[in-house]
């Protein structure tokens, strides 16, 4: 036998390490019950392993840290907003920033200085915060991502791409002028950090610029897109990560990022523009909704730390690292037959709840209830990203997506290999012993993004 040669490992060293509490199948059904069956109203001191989410629970570097100590707290003119608006033209190209509290802050200011009532934004899949947005400030989103993207099956490699057809066909329906933007995502949260090809993103742009229709970027996770590109796409292989993510840039008009996922940091998020006037805009608004233009709701050493992760985001090591534990968990998983999103994404192991428990009806909540039976095994978090996270429409009908997944989210710099194993072995277990599992019932429902804070209880 070939012994495997290809071995990869972190680009870094551990100095800090925090102590995990283990607890017992009591302790955790007890937990499970006082949350109400929803992983999100779980007690962090109840979990062993965190996978609800990447979002503001990386782990930062020694220079991160450092930068922290060189925040400056002055209410305007902060050095720290100076160096992050030089990282975000070095790194993304962007002219003008508006820093935000987190990424949803930036969504809030989009929305309400591009979109007018009656307008339709096209997106490649929804997402939960910037849909929510779009439609407070009064548009209809519609998805436009291709066919391939709600098949888990699908092994596509860029499922994340838009389908200019659908496109097409809005523009034919409504005209351009009601489109004030698409808004494209990359690596697509919800169809499981799937990625959108430079290829699709040439056509759109050009595409785009014939009919005068913008393109808005949910930047969020652009350096694990890059890495996909870089190793998926024609004529990308020997370019770094760094130079892809400046050329996905390139061919939008601004964008919205949340700071929690790619660029390291606890906090913080932000809005980028190119052009001028929306800038004056967004800048305008920023102190009414999140604090002045030189800070927009952060202290100056987040705005420092998030910095200098963007800088650490584009290393071409740290992504190999970063996608490869994802891989290497998702492998494991297949390994024991989970039933998992194809192609692995990037930022975590979407279980597919359909197949795992294709005994449960869709409005039984088969991926709500996964979650809740995989943290009953061993205390790991996960989070439904089902038919709870898709909520309702303007009507007050439930959508009903294709895609009912349970979603392992995995941290930046925190977890090891052994935790992969661990968590692959829990859920392998659960696996086994499918059949005896029964659906959830909602019992408390809250108006905005109910997967949150809804309550249920077991059928
Ligand atoms: C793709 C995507 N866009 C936007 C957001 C919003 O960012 P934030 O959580 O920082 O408000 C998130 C996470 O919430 C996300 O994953
Ligand atoms: N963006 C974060 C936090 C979040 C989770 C779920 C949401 O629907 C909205 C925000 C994530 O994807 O994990």
Redesign the pocket.
Known sequence: MQLKRDSWAEPYKIKMVELLKMTTPEQRRKALEDAGFNTFLLRSEDVYIDLLTD?GTSAMSDEQWSGMMRGDEAYAGSKNYYNLEKAVYEVYGYKYLVPTH????A?NILSQIMIKPGDIVPGNMY?T??RLHQELAGAVFHDVIIDEAHDSNSEYPFKGDVDLGKVEKLVQEYGAEKIPYICV?VTV?LAGGQPVSMKNLKELRAYTHEKGIKIML?M??IAENAYFIQQKEEGYRLKTIAEIVKEICSYTDGA?F????DALVNIG?FLALNDFDKFEEARNMVVVYEGLHTYGGLAGRDMEAMAIGIYESVQDEHMKARIGQVIYLGDKMREFGVPVVKPIGGHGIFVDAKQFLPHINQDDFPAQTLAAEIYLDAGIRTMERGIVSAGRNSKGENYHPKLELVRFTIPRRVYTQAHMDVIAESTARVYERRNQIKGLKMIYEPKYLRFFQARFEQL
């Open positions: 979002s987190q990424g949803r802050g969504e997402f915060t910037t995502a949260n949910d969020t996770r919205t949340s700071g929690k996922k998020g």
